[in-house]
């Protein structure tokens, strides 16, 4: 059974973390994955994914040698850089993880120039293009292979 | 409730509708199990913001990550392609893009063609009424004349071709290679009570505008009111069998987890090409120690999945993204066999429009154009909806090492043993994927694409699942006849993409369906003398 409530240590460094990958723009008015709401976002989207997220977690504090997020902005960033350099399966789940919640928040769509909606009803529009393109293949004689 | 039926079919999903729905006209008692629920169309993804995450969670394409009640876990890690589907009223064609192609003329022959693998025992004009039949059901849009095909109708105007499709469209033009609109069964009008596309952009974890021809709202709307009755959450155990040999019911669990028996005549099994050398495996008794209808040694055996690779890059001018249908043209330039090339047989190339801009993001990062930090924000904003992607449908001959048998160890929530998978893709595949490659970063580049990587193959891609109880003349070679009876079962049918004796090179669903129309009305002609 997996406990899908991580500790208080693991949130500061999955917090910490989590705007390192994304973090605010002042250029595009768009807040970190850090954010307040993208974040408590975050920590109910884990869900079937907590395991791997927590054993991310745990290799981000091997590295550090104890709390990530307590370690200074220059070490920070070199732990970060060589846990993503390492890789593997839990540290790409936790990314996703992150990605997914950032690029559904309403101030990120928006910047974007998008609209903060799910697709459905709304739908979007998708022009004919252009056909006349066809004209060439039209011409074209049949080449399928004919069978005995 | 378990009263004999005449006519029991096991699962619901393309083939099981189908063929649910050709034998209603005969008035038999006509009973379908079901392992799944039926849907709703409010439940589905596109209807939250969360649509993306969904295809990671209770919408993902693989059972084993999805994990839903009505899912059965799989152990494909000795495969590099990994088996997805769905399993619900509708089975997999909740969750699949609708890309509809029909297998070519050439395909039904290529013993005969190339000196590879079987011929099949039917061929394409057998089934070109059925193909018909099955199209006005489904609803097919598209349109007529392609060069690359036999001349068929289509029931609706195709989809648009949008910034992605012309893009492509005049690239390949520039090429001179051929493309044309891919035919779908995505409704693109009103049709039979469906709603048009609105270009949701997210087709595969099901269509919340029910555009999408699942054969929940195609085939068993029609089959229920002609009589058929649909038992749902109620997954099979075993078939059993006589004294005589012939299958006389099945051993399923209903919704309650409560094991019952359900005597039948006929049995038709259509749970697709692991689901059912699966079942069959799991069906032992005195006289088939080794798997019903499997005196060939063959169930299970000579898995094909088409391995699917996938290349894709970014250009300057901004695309449809995560706007519209992901299904827009298609190429089957490189189809038919060529010998100046060093492989037989071929590959059908799929241009996709974009994803959801969040799934963009998931996959840039992974691929490693989008940095953390400081720069994450101006190398999003570079590719995001600037994505064009040639998926390859690549033709996998039949090997017999490629194969369902059971885990010994894995079993679902009833304790039912679960499939296990072993596939490698095979010599042939492989230098023709080598060619399909080349060819899709020439298209690439000649649109100007940068960013150009390929994923090969790409893992969850393993939605068609063919060969593993092929049709064949000879029992010895084959565990179902040319009309899907087993050799030897005399009252046991395979309808499903089991049958397939080679694959060809395209989406199967088409085919698969108009081979389980064919066998419905094969059975109807032969019902005087079904067992003889």
């Known amino acids: 059974m997996t406990d899908e409530t991580l500790t208080a240590t693991e949130i500061a460094d999955l917090r910490c973390l989590a705007g390192m990958i994304v973090p605010a723009s002042a250029k595009y008015n768009v807040p970190g994955a850090d954010d307040d709401a993208i974040f408590a976002d975050l920590l109910n989207s884990i869900e079937r994914d907590t395991d791997h997220v927590r054993a991310a977690l745990a290799a981000l504090r091997e590295r550090a040698g104890g709390s990530f997020a307590d370690l200074d902005v220059g070490r920070r960033g070199e732990v970060a850089a060589g846990l993503r350099a390492e890789g593997g399966v839990p540290l790409a789940v936790l990314t996703r993880n992150v990605l997914l919640c950032y690029y559904r928040d309403a101030r990120v769509l928006r910047s974007l120039g998008l609209e903060a909606r799910p697709p459905f009803p709304g739908g979007h529009v998708v022009d004919q293009g252009d056909w006349s393109l066809l004209d060439q293949v039209r011409t074209r004689p049949p080449f399928w292979r004919a069978v005995p | ?532």
């Not at chain 2, 493309?179 to 099901?206: K, Q």
């Open chain 2, 1 to 532: 409730m378990n009263d004999k039926v005449d006519v029991l079919i096991i699962g619901s999903g393309a083939s099981g509708a189908a063929v649910a729905w050709s034998l209603a006209d005969t008035k038999m008692r006509i009973l379908c199990l079901e392992q799944g629920d039926w849907m709703k169309q409010s439940d589905f993804p596109s209807n939250g913001t969360d649509y993306a995450a969904q295809l990671f969670r209770d919408y993902a394409t693989s059972p084993n990550i999805r994990r839903r009640p009505s899912d059965y876990p799989i152990n494909d890690d000795a495969s590099p392609i990994k088996v997805v589907n769905f399993n619900a009223v509708g089975g997999s064609t909740v969750m699949y893009t609708a890309h509809y192609p029909r297998l070519h003329p050439s395909d039904f022959k290529v013993r005969s063609l190339d000196g590879v693998a079987d011929d099949w025992p039917i061929d394409y004009r057998v089934l070109e009424p059925f193909f018909t039949e099955n199209d006005r059901m489904m609803g097919t849009s598209g349109l007529a004349g392609d060069p690359a095909y036999p001349a068929h109708a289509l029931m609706m105007p195709p989809l648009p071709l949008g910034r992605t499709g012309t893009k492509i469209a005049r690239t390949m033009n520039t090429l001179g290679w051929h493309w044309w609109p891919s035919d779908t069964v995505l409704a693109t009008t009103e049709y039979e009570g469906r709603a048009p596309c609105i270009n949701l952009g997210h087709c595969t974890p099901a269509c919340a505008q029910g555009a999408k021809a699942s054969t929940d709202i195609t085939y068993w709307p029609n089959a229920i009111r002609a009589g058929v009755e649909l038992r749902t959450n109620c997954r099979v155990r075993e078939i059993t069998v006589g004294a005589d040999g012939m299958a006389n019911g099945v051993v399923y669990y209903d919704a309650n987890d409560v094991e019952q028996f359900q005597a039948a005549e006929v049995v038709i099994v259509a749970c697709n090409g692991v689901g059912t050398p699966r079942l069959l495996l799991n069906s032992v008794s005195g006289k088939f120690p080794n798997g019903l209808a499997n005196s060939s040694g063959l169930v299970g055996k000579n898995l094909m999945f088409h391995p699917w690779t996938q290349i894709y890059g970014y250009v300057d001018e901004p695309m449809d993204g995560h706007r519209g249908p992901p299904l827009c043209i298609w190429s089957q330039e490189f189809y038919e066999t060529d010998p100046s090339r060093d492989f037989v047989r071929g590959f059908n190339l799929q241009f996709n429009r974009g994803m959801p801009v969040a799934t963009e993001a998931v996959n840039t990062e992974a691929a490693g154009l989008v940095p953390w930090g400081d720069g994450h924000h101006d190398a999003f904003r570079a590719l995001v909806g600037h994505r064009l992607t040639v998926g390859v449908c690549s033709e996998d001959l039949p090997e017999e090492h490629n194969r369902v048998t059971l885990d010994p160890v894995l079993k679902d929530r009833h304790g039912i043993p679960a499939p296990k998978i072993e596939y490698t893709i095979g010599d042939n595949t492989n230098r023709m994927l080598d060619f399909a490659v080349a060819r899709a970063r020439d298209i690439m580049q000649a649109a100007g694409a940068r960013h150009v990587d390929v994923v090969r193959p790409l893992p969850l891609s393993g939605w068609h699942l063919l060969g593993t109880a092929r049709m064949g003349n000879d029992p010895e070679r084959s565990v179902v006849n040319g009309w899907g009876r087993s050799h030897d079962v005399k009252n046991l049918f395979i309808v499903d993409g089991s049958v397939f004796v080679t694959g060809g090179g395209v989406n199967p669903t088409s085919t698969i369906q108009a081979v389980a129309l064919y066998i419905a009305d094969q059975i109807k002609q032969r019902l005087a003398t079904l067992f003889d």
